[in-house]
């Protein structure tokens, strides 16, 4: 059973910067897919950033310019280096990972932006 396990998530003040972690165990295999989903108070699952397994990214606009993901293949970790903060980032962050067609989920790490 693949499981997914962020870090990183924490209280920073608008127009810092935050790094979050996430590891994948479980498979024999590299994920096709990993990447970040945020949900904030009251609103729904959003994309954030994605990226394949060649390294091909997706942003969603909200995040373009102001973050960076990256992956290691050899340890099946994902990143993301957000930068230039707002409060409406603000959100509870998930890792999620596809193998084989089937989606993966972590727990989520929470994101607090101070103004």
């Known amino acids: 059973q693949v499981q997914l396990v962020e870090s990183g998530g924490g209280l920073v003040q608008a127009g810092g910067s935050l790094r979050l972690s996430c590891a994948a165990s479980?498979?024999?295999?590299?994920?096709?897919?990993m990447g970040w989903y945020r949900q904030a108070p009251g609103k729904q699952r959003e994309l954030v950033a994605t990226?394949?397994?060649?390294?091909?990214?997706n942003y969603a606009d909200a995040l373009k310019g102001r973050g960076t993901i990256s992956r290691d293949n050899r340890k099946d970790t994902v990143n993301l280096q957000m930068d230039s903060l707002r409060p409406d980032d603000t959100a509870v962050y998930y890792c999620?990972?596809?193998?084989?067609?089937?989606?993966?989920w972590g727990k989520g790490t929470l994101v607090t932006i101070s103004s």
């Open positions: 990226i394949t397994d060649s390294g091909s990214t």
């Open positions: 479980g498979s024999n295999f590299r994920a096709n897919l």
């Open positions: 999620t990972a596809i193998y084989f067609g089937r989606n993966y």
